[in-house]
């Protein structure tokens, strides 16, 4: 019976021991079944022979991360993306690209764009969420992937930060609290980070379920109160 081959974990970290770090790389590579190319290597300990090669001898030890290849991820997200729109019926083209460790694949159709956002981006919500899980499954590990129609999201993210800037503004001028209107949880992710490294302002949620409203004032503004009750 012919066995299966062990595949590559992707992003999984081990430590390994070994006499030299030469063989505790090998177990390593042999337990991930990766390439030394493949893993990145941390030596935790280098090891010793130790007088005349028996007392105070100690094993090498070495951390092997597996790396988060991107290759071959473009290629799986738009032949996933291609079946569900030819099954959709609908007229596109594709473009593809790979920033770090994130793939981005934009649809644009021929007048249906409205069809595939959906209110509020609902029904592109979606659709990023079965393509993702699909081509994860393919891969054999997580893949970071953004699912865009007629650049929306990307023109949706820039509108957020804005806002988050003259909330920000705002809130200095008036030492108030300024709300935004409610949010899902990736676009109040953006507000979040728009502001992160802005000094003298803080972000907080108020609200329950999906769509929660981020809140922007100054550090020691008038709400403070309030706010840290509300966090």
Request: proline content about 1%; hydrophobic content about 35%; aromatic content about 4%.
């Amino acid at each position: 019976m012919n066995r299966p081959e062990k595949t590559e974990q992707r992003g999984k970290t081990i430590e390994t021991t070994g006499k030299t770090v030469e063989k505790a790389l090998a177990k390593a590579m042999k337990e991930l079944g990766a390439k030394v190319e493949d893993l990145d290597i941390e030596i935790i300990e280098a090891g010793s022979k130790g007088v005349l090669g028996i007392f105070g001898a100690k094993e090498a030890k070495i951390r092997a991360t597996s790396k988060r290849s991107s290759e071959g991820i473009e290629e799986v997200a738009d032949e996933v993306t291609k079946l569900i729109m030819n099954c959709l019926d609908v007229n596109y083209r594709l473009f593809s690209d790979t920033l770090d460790d994130t793939t981005y694949i934009n649809i644009e159709t021929a007048g249906v764009d409205g069809l595939l956002i959906g209110r509020k981006g609902d029904t592109l919500s979606s659709l990023q969420h079965l393509v993702g899980r699909i081509v994860s499954r393919k891969l054999g590990g997580y893949q970071r992937l953004t699912l865009d129609v007629g650049g929306y999201l990307r023109n949706r993210q820039e509108i957020l930060r804005q806002k988050a800037v003259k909330a920000a503004e705002r809130a200095r001028q008036t030492n108030r609290d300024v709300g935004l209107e409610p949010m899902k949880a990736s676009e109040r992710r953006i507000v979040h980070l728009a502001l992160a490294d802005i000094e003298g302002i803080s972000t907080y949620t108020v609200g329950n379920g999906e769509m929660r409203k981020v809140f922007v004032g100054p550090e020691n503004g008038s709400n403070r109160r309030n706010r840290d009750n509300r966090r």
